[in-house]
């Protein structure tokens, strides 16, 4: 398995050792045979990062710059960073990868990841476990290890209840009513209490609230997603996605010379192919990074944020991490089979 990542030469960025730290903490004598760790210095110029060279970086198997561009591609890389153009530069690093790990090893899966995100610990486990659960599937793009809750929600097209709000209110109201009104009937001592004047405010405002409360507390908190889940829409962002070698080369053909937003070039690409797209529950990656170096907003860059990453406890990942990493297949893993 090839899991590149992409660093972007910014001193604003998080400390990209400890990315690397947490990627790497705790790995089996399996897991981490099962890993080609390859970096990324994402610029004409690497040596201006300043970890570029460092001690760490003897850990992983990898790390260069631009060294496989040619002299337009190159030169095309230098007027991006000339005009702070992300569109442009954010595909090349993105396409430059993909082909690292398609040219220089044999991986029959690889994984994106970017700079800014930490690890939770028995995420390879886990990754390979999904992995091999979506393998007997031939239509499936990606296996997603980071999405944020700010781009999930209540959807029209496949929550009842929310698209026909008016139906649902109607009906909370009218079992409301009707419950009270039943009490009220049944019961000589609940009677004097449950006057119509409290029915009526019951009825018409305590249910319609708790109802509207109900869908403000979130779909995801009523029910948190668990193992590997469909994602086809609102998946975000490009922070850790894992491909199928096949979808890999097919991928870097589709991106290869183009600019725009990488992650929504890459969700166009899966909707035109008719391609499905899955996510791992909860989270294994979070997205640490403060300030973007792409010039994004603070507010947004600060709301990419993997909320059930945080409700996930120490000593459980750890127990998790040491049965899982027992029971899977790390010879089939390699094999791609």
């Known amino acids: 398995m090839c899991w590149p990542g992409d660093i972007q030469p910014t001193?604003?960025?998080?400390?990209?050792?400890?990315?690397?730290?947490s990627l790497l903490e705790d790995l089996t004598a399996d897991e981490r045979e099962a890993l080609d760790v390859r970096l990324l210095f994402a610029h004409s110029e690497p040596s201006v990062h300043p970890d570029w060279n460092r001690t760490w970086l003897r850990a992983i198997d990898?790390?260069?710059?631009?060294?496989?561009?040619?002299k337009s591609e190159l030169e095309r890389v230098l007027i991006a960073e000339?005009?702070?153009?992300?569109?442009?530069?954010?595909?090349?690093g993105y396409t430059y990868m993909l082909n690292e790990c398609l040219t220089h090893t044999t991986a029959p899966y690889i994984a994106l990841f970017e700079?800014?995100?930490?690890?939770?610990?028995?995420?390879l486990a886990k990754t390979a476990a999904a992995i091999l659960e979506?393998?007997?599937?031939?239509?499936?793009?990606?296996?997603?290890?980071?999405y944020t809750e700010t781009s999930l929600g209540w959807d029209e097209d496949s929550d009842f209840w929310y698209r026909n709000m008016r139906l649902t209110l109607a009906l909370a109201i009218v079992?409301?009513?009707?419950?009270?009104?039943?009490?009220?009937?049944?019961?000589?001592?609940?009677r004097p209490r449950l006057d119509l004047a409290t029915i009526a405010v019951l009825a018409l405002i305590v249910a319609p609230a708790f109802t509207q409360l109900v869908f403000m507390v979130g779909k995801y908190n009523l029910f948190p997603l668990q193992g590997v889940v469909r994602m086809d829409r609102f998946g975000c962002c490009t922070q850790g996605l894992v491909f199928p070698r096949a979808k890999a080369i097919d991928l870097l053909h589709a991106l290869e010379g183009r600019d725009g937003q990488t992650d929504s070039m890459i969700e166009a690409y899966a909707d035109e192919q008719g391609l499905e797209r899955y996510a791992l529950a909860p989270q294994v990656l979070q997205h640490v990074g403060l300030v973007s170096s792409r010039d994004n907003l603070a507010m947004n860059t600060q709301s990419t944020w993997a909320f059930w990453f945080e409700a996930q406890r120490p000593e459980v990942l750890k127990r998790e991490h040491s049965k899982l990493a027992a029971e899977v297949d790390w010879k089939a893993l390699r094999r791609g089979t």
């Open 62 to 70: 990898s790390w260069s710059g631009y060294d496989d561009l040619t």
């Open 175 to 190: 079992s409301t009513l009707t419950f009270s009104l039943s009490i009220r009937a049944c019961s000589a001592r609940l």
């Open 115 to 123: 700079d800014d995100v930490i690890f939770a610990e028995g995420w």
């Open 11 to 21: 001193a604003k960025a998080v400390s990209f050792n400890e990315t690397i730290g």
């Open 82 to 92: 000339k005009d702070r153009n992300f569109y442009v530069k954010g595909v090349v």
């Open 134 to 146: 979506l393998r007997a599937s031939t239509n499936w793009l990606y296996l997603r290890l980071f």
